[in-house]
Each structure stands twice: as structure tokens, then as C-alpha cells.
């Protein structure tokens, strides 16, 4: 009897011990649960996890903000729901794929804002080991917006260079004119006409001053970074076409006078 009774005893500790280690396990995988779930829900890229029926089973707090819709809302959803742009990337690039997922940056609009996303795919399995997908999702729209802001900065300081340079270059060759025009006024003696002859040759002068002082204000006054940026608005269709009368009235210059008036 006693040999039966000591048996019992170890079964019964057996089993005591047995439970406690369960519970313990129990609560040590509740608390790595409820860790998970917080580093989640506080993480700045979009997790959403959709299962093999493509149905949304998580969607994280950053999640909401990005595509402006409540867990409740969409939570057991299809995806298509709410992005068709992600449904098919994550279709092509990964569940309906034989090779490894890819990530994959898209264009895509979110509630009528443009958005630049880059989507990061892993295929998961669950616990009746069946497909389920992890889509993490970077929003790169600020990112993106700052690289092409610094590349059209770059585009409009080249610009600006060459306009300058070729304002300088203008230049030489009106001098060039201007000096010929006053030898030719002063050395070359007209016996006919030579009242139209001068009025010609001072024309000419007064001409050759006035573009060197539309070079010399375009210059100093910032006109050439003004234009140029004009000029890529127009190319790029955000604005008119330059008005040249208003440009010049803006550098207060008179208009150019008809040499036959």
C-alpha cells in the first residue's frame, strides 16, 4: 500500500509541476504576445498581414494614418479594399510568384494624395500552416519629394550658369560693334547723305549702350535666376509664356526705336 501511495504522490507532484510549467510557458508567451503586439502597433512603417484568402487580419496603428482608415473598418476585409495598387503587387511580386518576394516601390494615390510607397513582402505560415503574407510598408513620398526638389535646384543652377555665361559672351561681340560704330562714325568721311549716315552710326552706339546696360542689369539684379526659373515653369506647363514687353518694362528700359523713324 505504501509503494502505491508514493506513486500516487510523484504523479500528483508530476502533475502539479506539469501545470505550473505550463502555466508559466502560458504566461511567458502571453507577455512575448503582448511585447510583439506593442512594438506593432508603436512601429513608424505600415504592417498589414493578410491571410491566404487575401483577407486583412492585422493593421497597425500606422496603418490608420497612412491610409486613413480605422482597423475596425478594414480588419478581415479583403485588401483589394483598401488598395488595389498593393492587391496587385502583392499578388505579382510574391503570393502568385514561385520565386523569393520582392520588394517593390509604387506610385499610388491615398484618398486623393499622391503617394510613393515602397513595399516590403514576406510569406509567413500560420499556425494550421497555412499562407499568410506580412506587408511592410515604407512611405517614401517626403523622401522622394526632397530628391526631385534637389535635382530641379541643380537643373535651374545649371541653367543660370550657362545663361550668365552666355550674357557674358553676348557681351564681347556687341563692344566689338559698338567700337567699330564709333571709328566708322569718326574716320569715314560721307560726301552724300552723310546726315542719314551719322544718324546711322550714333544710332548704332546708342543701340550697342543699351544692350550692354539690359546685360548689366540682367546680371546684377537677379533677373537671370528670375528667368530661368520662369522658363522651367513654362517647360515643365506651370505657366504661361514669358511676356518679353513685360520683362522689359520690369528692367524699366525704353523699347528698342525703329532705325527708319
Same mark, same amino acid.
Given at each position: 500500500?505504501?509503494?502505491?501511495?508514493?506513486? @500516487?504522490?510523484?504523479?500528483?507532484?508530476?502533475?502539479?509541476?506539469?501545470?505550473?510549467?505550463?502555466?508559466?510557458?502560458? *504566461?511567458? /508567451?502571453?507577455?512575448?504576445?503582448?511585447?510583439?503586439?506593442?512594438?506593432?502597433?508603436?512601429?513608424?512603417?505600415?504592417?498589414?498581414?493578410?491571410?491566404?484568402?487575401?483577407?486583412?487580419?492585422?493593421?497597425?496603428?500606422?496603418?490608420?494614418?497612412?491610409?486613413?482608415? &480605422?482597423?475596425?473598418?478594414?480588419?478581415?476585409?479583403?485588401?483589394?479594399?483598401?488598395?488595389?495598387?498593393?492587391?496587385?503587387?502583392?499578388?505579382?511580386?510574391?503570393? *502568385?510568384?514561385?520565386?523569393?518576394?520582392?520588394?517593390?516601390? =509604387?506610385?499610388?494615390?491615398?484618398?486623393?494624395?499622391?503617394?510613393?510607397?515602397?513595399? *516590403? /513582402?514576406?510569406?509567413?505560415?500560420?499556425?494550421?500552416?497555412?499562407? *499568410? /503574407? =506580412?506587408?511592410? =510598408?515604407?512611405?517614401?513620398?517626403?523622401?522622394?519629394?526632397?530628391?526631385?526638389?534637389?535635382?530641379?535646384?541643380?537643373?535651374?543652377?545649371?541653367?543660370?550658369?550657362?545663361?550668365?555665361?552666355?550674357?557674358?559672351? @553676348?557681351?564681347?561681340?556687341?563692344?566689338?560693334?559698338?567700337?567699330?560704330?564709333? &571709328?566708322?562714325?569718326?574716320?569715314?568721311?560721307?560726301?552724300?547723305?552723310?546726315?542719314?549716315?551719322?544718324?546711322?552710326?550714333?544710332?548704332?552706339?546708342?543701340?550697342?549702350? &543699351?544692350?550692354?546696360?539690359?546685360?548689366?542689369? /540682367?546680371?546684377?539684379?537677379?533677373?537671370?535666376?528670375?528667368?530661368? @526659373?520662369? @522658363?522651367?515653369?513654362?517647360?515643365?506647363?506651370?505657366?504661361?509664356?514669358?511676356?518679353?514687353?513685360?520683362?522689359?518694362?520690369?528692367?524699366?528700359?525704353? &523699347?528698342?526705336?525703329?532705325?527708319?523713324?
Amino acid at each position: 500500500i505504501s509503494l502505491v501511495l508514493a506513486a @500516487i504522490g510523484v504523479i500528483i507532484l508530476s502533475i502539479i509541476f506539469t501545470t505550473q510549467n505550463l502555466k508559466t510557458v502560458s *504566461n511567458e /508567451f502571453k507577455k512575448f504576445k503582448t511585447f510583439t503586439s506593442t512594438v506593432l502597433e508603436n512601429m513608424g512603417e505600415s504592417v498589414i498581414v493578410v491571410d491566404e484568402k487575401m483577407r486583412i487580419t492585422l493593421f497597425n496603428k500606422s496603418s490608420e494614418n497612412l491610409f486613413k482608415r &480605422r482597423e475596425e473598418e478594414i480588419f478581415q476585409k479583403n485588401l483589394s479594399e483598401l488598395s488595389d495598387d498593393v492587391t496587385r503587387s502583392l499578388l505579382k511580386y510574391c503570393k *502568385n510568384s514561385d520565386e523569393q518576394c520582392a520588394d517593390v516601390a =509604387i506610385d499610388t494615390s491615398i484618398s486623393a494624395e499622391r503617394k510613393y510607397l515602397l513595399l *516590403n /513582402f514576406t510569406r509567413n505560415k500560420d499556425e494550421a500552416s497555412k499562407d *499568410n /503574407f =506580412i506587408i511592410v =510598408i515604407n512611405d517614401i513620398t517626403e523622401s522622394r519629394r526632397l530628391e526631385e526638389e534637389s535635382k530641379r535646384k541643380e537643373k535651374l543652377s545649371a541653367m543660370g550658369e550657362l545663361a550668365s555665361g552666355v550674357a557674358h559672351e @553676348i557681351r564681347n561681340p556687341i563692344n566689338a560693334i559698338g567700337m567699330i560704330a564709333q &571709328r566708322l562714325d569718326k574716320e569715314f568721311k560721307v560726301e552724300n547723305e552723310s546726315e542719314e549716315y551719322h544718324s546711322i552710326t550714333s544710332l548704332l552706339r546708342s543701340e550697342v549702350t &543699351r544692350i550692354n546696360k539690359i546685360i548689366t542689369q /540682367f546680371l546684377s539684379k537677379g533677373l537671370v535666376d528670375q528667368a530661368i @526659373i520662369t @522658363i522651367a515653369q513654362v517647360w515643365l506647363g506651370g505657366l504661361p509664356s514669358i511676356d518679353p514687353a513685360g520683362l522689359e518694362a520690369q528692367m524699366h528700359l525704353p &523699347r528698342i526705336k525703329d532705325a527708319r523713324n
